[in-house]
């Protein structure tokens, strides 16, 4: 068991790769609070949860919103009494030319992608600096260290989280907290089921392991940053994308 008994909430875990992360987690012994914006879907993942005995909690919340984080993170605190691990994960994604991408679009991307992040680290650092102990996981993706066209905001915000834990690995180092990033690939997910919809064979070429990455394969690398193994591992991004961050596959 890699995070026994660690405290973990997961962002967006009521379905997708955070609900693979938040999965993962507690099969390697972690008590799971999984905060979304779908309160039934993510009823469902603790229920499963549960019936397997894991301790589970589901919370409603935007976490664009500072108050509604607060809240979550507040009752986090009640029922578990401590947080050893956030993984912050939920996320918007749309596509549009520079030209017709509209303000509203371009800040609830940002507000959600990295404002979000931004305000559950800051709901939660204070719990773990107190702990002296912390391990924070933002979910990134490829983009943000190469572009796709057509979707400025989404990698605009994707980059953001780059420099976001970067300098945050530096400020949070003294209370032994160590913040990490992961750069999926293309993650077959219903959040990105439209994308697929037009470009899944296209993609799948590309990719140099020759298939799309599962939720379980972003997991199993945020399992490792998460857990004490990695405890020399601060302020880095791991690509998890078969390869695709290097080159594309062959043509033949
Ligand atoms: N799927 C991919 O190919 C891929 C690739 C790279 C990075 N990512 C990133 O991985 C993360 C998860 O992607 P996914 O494909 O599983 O997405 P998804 O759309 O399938 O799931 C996202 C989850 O986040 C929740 N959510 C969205 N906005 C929220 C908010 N404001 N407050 C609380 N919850 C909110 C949704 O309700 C949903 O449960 C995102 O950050 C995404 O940008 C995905």
Same mark, same amino acid.
């Given at each position: 068991?890699?995070?026994?008994?660690?405290?973990?909430?997961?962002?967006?875990?009521?379905?997708?790769?955070?609900?693979?992360?938040?999965?993962?987690?507690?099969?390697?012994?972690?008590?799971?609070?999984?905060?979304?914006?779908? &309160?039934?879907?993510?009823?469902?993942?603790?229920?499963?949860?549960?019936?397997?005995? *894991?301790?589970?909690?589901? &919370?409603?919340?935007?976490?664009?919103?500072?108050?509604?984080?607060?809240?979550?993170?507040?009752?986090?605190?009640?029922?578990?009494?401590? *947080?050893?691990?956030?993984?912050?994960?939920?996320?918007?994604?749309?596509?549009?030319?520079?030209?017709?991408?509209?303000?509203?679009?371009?800040?609830?991307?940002?507000?959600?992608?990295?404002?979000?992040?931004?305000?559950?680290?800051? %709901?939660?650092?204070?719990?773990?600096?107190?702990?002296?102990?912390?391990?924070? &996981?933002?979910?990134?993706?490829?983009?943000?260290?190469?572009? *796709?066209?057509?979707?400025?905001?989404?990698?605009?915000?994707?980059?953001?989280? *780059?420099?976001?834990?970067?300098?945050? %690995? &530096?400020?949070?180092?003294?209370?032994?907290?160590?913040?990490?990033?992961?750069?999926?690939?293309?993650?077959?997910?219903?959040?990105?089921?439209?994308?697929?919809?037009?470009?899944?064979?296209?993609?799948?070429?590309?990719?140099?392991?020759?298939?799309?990455?599962?939720?379980?394969?972003?997991?199993?690398?945020?399992?490792?940053?998460?857990?004490?193994?990695?405890?020399?591992?601060?302020?880095?991004?791991?690509?998890?994308?078969?390869?695709?961050?290097?080159?594309?596959?062959?043509?033949?």
């Amino acid at each position: 068991m890699r995070v026994k008994d660690k405290v973990a909430i997961v962002t967006g875990g009521a379905q997708g790769i955070g609900e693979g992360i938040a999965v993962r987690l507690a099969e390697e012994g972690a008590k799971v609070a999984i905060v979304d914006l779908q &309160l039934e879907l993510a009823n469902e993942v603790v229920n499963g949860l549960r019936t397997s005995g *894991i301790e589970a909690i589901a &919370l409603q919340a935007d976490t664009s919103k500072k108050t509604e984080v607060g809240t979550a993170v507040d009752e986090v605190m009640s029922h578990f009494g401590r *947080i050893d691990i956030l993984v912050n994960n939920a996320g918007y994604h749309r596509m549009a030319k520079v030209t017709e991408i509209e303000e509203e679009t371009w800040d609830r991307i940002l507000d959600i992608n990295l404002k979000g992040y931004f305000l559950m680290i800051q %709901a939660v650092v204070p719990h773990m600096e107190k702990q002296n102990y912390g391990k924070i &996981l933002n979910i990134a993706s490829i983009v943000a260290h190469g572009g *796709i066209a057509n979707q400025a905001h989404y990698n605009s915000s994707k980059g953001g989280i *780059i420099s976001l834990t970067r300098t945050l %690995a &530096l400020e949070l180092v003294p209370f032994k907290i160590n913040v990490n990033a992961i750069s999926p690939g293309t993650v077959e997910t219903a959040g990105n089921k439209r994308f697929l919809d037009r470009y899944r064979e296209l993609v799948e070429k590309q990719i140099p392991v020759g298939r799309l990455a599962q939720p379980r394969d972003i997991a199993n690398a945020v399992l490792f940053l998460v857990s004490d193994e990695a405890e020399y591992i601060t302020g880095q991004c791991l690509s998890v994308c078969g390869g695709l961050s290097i080159g594309m596959a062959p043509a033949v």
